[in-house]
């Protein structure tokens, strides 16, 4: 877990707010990802970056926005957020060639509280 | 579309006691499938995961889960369960032949482990 980190590891915020998650991966790896847990639901994919592609959800709102500058840090900027947007943000990454993405190490995660 | 289930929300078993954690999936290839493991407060840990080869796959704690083609299910397992084995335990998979954002891995809803003393 030590090897993805995530700041802050909670954050409550208004709806007018304008704020940002980061994630730092320490292991090499050259595809990150962001998933939203909610209670009680799969979690969600909500992007993926890696030297190959970017992919989107496209049912993710555009009130959220990512940034991946490098291959070892990955932002979601938040901004006009909604109460139903209160959940766990995890970030994760994994090493991806030819196609295929290995399995996933995740960071601890930012609880998201929006008032 | 690849897609996988957990059917139970909860499992409870006593300490000492063998466990199993069900899972099923469709996907139209052949699958890749994964279990992950998530404590209180924290982020999901890799546990094991099945490619090829034998069916009985062996994980980290102890865990183990066998694939299942003609029943496409990978259930996760352990012969004696601890009470530190407690957490919500995800299933996880995605279709080895698939492309774009389908090859990204679909988690079930989860099933939360209670192992009782």
């Known amino acids: 877990e030590t090897g993805v980190t995530q700041t802050p590891r909670h954050l409550v915020m208004g709806m007018t707010n304008k704020k940002s998650l980061k994630c730092e991966q320490h292991?090499?790896?050259?595809?990150m990802y962001w998933y939203k847990q909610s209670a009680k639901k799969p979690l969600e994919l909500m992007f993926v970056y890696s030297l190959e592609e970017r992919v989107e959800n496209n049912s993710v709102p555009s009130r959220f926005s990512p940034e991946c500058p490098n291959s070892s840090h990955l932002f979601l900027h938040l901004h006009t957020l909604q109460p139903e947007d209160s959940a766990l943000y995890l970030c994760?990454?994994?090493?991806?060639?030819?196609?295929?993405?290995?399995?996933?190490?995740f960071g601890p995660g930012t609880r998201l509280t929006v008032l | 579309a690849q897609s996988v289930a957990q059917p139970e929300d909860q499992v409870n078993v006593a300490e000492g006691n063998p466990l199993t954690v069900k899972c099923t999936y469709s996907?139209?290839?052949?699958?890749?499938l994964f279990w992950y493991v998530q404590y209180p407060n924290r982020g999901l840990q890799f546990l094991l995961k099945?490619?090829?080869?034998?069916?009985l796959v062996k994980g980290s704690y102890g865990f183990e889960a066998e694939f299942n083609k003609s029943q496409t299910s990978f259930h996760l397992k352990k012969p004696s369960a601890l009470v530190s084995d407690s957490a919500l335990y995800f299933c996880a998979v995605r279709d080895i032949g698939s492309s774009g954002s389908a090859r990204q891995l679909t988690f079930g809803s989860g099933t939360q482990l209670t192992v009782l003393p």
């Open positions: 099945y490619i090829t080869g034998d069916n």
């Open positions: 292991l090499g790896h050259n595809a």
């Open positions: 996907v139209s290839g052949n699958p890749y």
């Open positions: 994760a990454s994994s090493q991806a060639s030819g196609g295929v993405y290995n399995e996933q190490f």
